[in-house]
């Protein structure tokens, strides 16, 4: 018995790696809170035999990753970092994927009233206004970086906010977390927002204006900058992912009747 | 309240259909930290040891300095572990990063000074009892290093037993340098970390539980294969 137990631990300890072809993705954490890769994962693994290996950050930290050569390729949704991650030459090309949209999340009682503002820039007006708590995700991913630009187009500077203005520095699932908690305002991506399990007092209050599309991208690290990359992988996946097949997988995946990503590939 | 009662439910559930997910972590978990404290034992319990017998100059402050190292915030070592073995790093021809030898050293970091402190407590307790006795006896060095490790075998158990706790526990280190990749590098506490970024507390406290539930057990295998605790033997 003994033996048996330690042989187990030895073994433990050796076994090693897997065998089928891998590479490393960057991915945002709002696109793995949709859930669509766990349907995704599976028919590229079916139809590339290909081990995709999610590395899910902010944005910020996805675009260091590539720069620094650590991951094969970056899906993410900024575009001004993503043509400066161009312009430092660390990726290859941009191929536009899909989008899906943010939605601004609030207490039911909607203190700001936001469910009736004209558009995004007006909601963040009347949020400032009445100074009713926001938590901003402050981590310098796509959706800190997306909020950024309207309170810059709302005309605001978050730089002066009271003490209302909460940057928590967390990913979209924690930030969600602390904004049911304090019943806050809050700026998320619809699929963090209907996958999310801890909802509590938060409703859906805004949402539709154009300005909250959210574009995500695909971007191959260059191999001119670290040979060691698995261009041909890379290659294959961006393939895959621009296909009729993701198409159909992308544009029919739901929540709770909803849609949430709209494919717009250039095929 | 809710929570903790489905969490519990949960685990209980997770654990009886042996859910393939849950195997495949623990086991990773497991893997990982075994590895890690094996490694830091080497390390660490010659060196508790040699900083017993041995009288050097520098000896007061390797063990001032390996103290402090005990409250090293594991997110730090994860960092430093991630800028050396990153692409762009001295180490980054490697390319570990983001794979359970990452994880692996970087736990070996943080419990190294954990085990290498306790086991120095005790074992220059015990060196003050031998002393006399191994310097008439003319042993030499190694002899005398290895007569202490025997000896005081129980209480590195103990050490080891803390370094264990600490590494299987610890997520800061190894969410940075392992990704948190699933099937690759995700293990109990950075999938807890993600379950409670879902804001799914059930499944992140049920995760919780078999982690807790894994320590109790490694705990009492090491006991039992060490046949501490029992009848006669203490």
Known sequence: MKQMLLGAFASLMLSGAALAEEMKLAVTTSFHNSGLAEVLLPEIKADLDLDLQLLVVGTGQAIRLGEAGDVDAILVHSQRAEEKFLAGGYGSHRREIMYNDFVFVGPGSDEAGIQEAKDAAAALQSIAEVGAPFVSRGDDSGTHKKELSLWAAANLDP??????YRAVGAGMGAALNTAAGMEAYIIADRASWLNFGNKGNLKLLFAGDPVLFNQYAYLPVSSDKHPHVKTELAQQLEAWLTSDKARDLINGYQIEGEALFVFNAQQ | MADLLDGMVRAFWLL???????????????????????IAALIALPLAALLSVRRFRLRRVTIAVLNALMGLPPVV????????LSRSGPLGVLGLLFTPTAMIIAQVIIIVPLIASIAHQSLRELWSDYHDLLISMNATQSQRIKALLWDGRRALLTAALAGFGRAIGEVGAIMVVGGNIDHATRVLTTAIALETGKGDFAMALGLGFVLIALAIAVNLAIHWLGHTESEGRW
């Open chain 2, 16 to 38: 009886v259909t042996l859910d393939r997910d849950l195997v495949e972590i623990t086991l990773r978990s497991l893997q990982v930290t075994l590895t890690a404290l094996a």
């Open chain 2, 77 to 84: 070592v994860g960092l430093i572990v991630y800028v050396f």
């Open chain 1, 159 to 164: 730089q002066g906010f009271g003490a209302w």
